[in-house]
């Protein structure tokens, strides 16, 4: 099953699009990319959602012993 989701931040009681997570399951495995909005990359508040999606054009892709990139699994606030 595939899936694709807009990943947002709040800042400020403002949200910012700041990409899309494609995340899918083939073979019993499952696996992510990430890419940021090309309108995220030019915000002069802009920052990477953690090391593993440094800021940059093109699209980022789990290694094989990941399924989700560390920063997206864990995104809810702890309240």
Request: aromatic residues 10%; proline residues 10%.
């Amino acid at each position: 099953m595939d899936s694709d989701v807009l990943v947002y931040v709040d800042l400020n009681g403002t949200p910012h699009l700041v990409g899309r997570l494609w995340a899918r399951r083939r073979k019993g495995r499952d696996s992510a990319s990430f890419e940021y909005d090309k309108d995220w990359l030019a915000n002069p508040i802009r920052f990477s959602l953690e090391p593993a999606l440094q800021l940059g054009p093109g699209p980022f892709h789990t290694p094989a012993s990941k399924p989700l990139f560390g920063a997206l699994g864990d995104s809810t606030p702890d309240r």
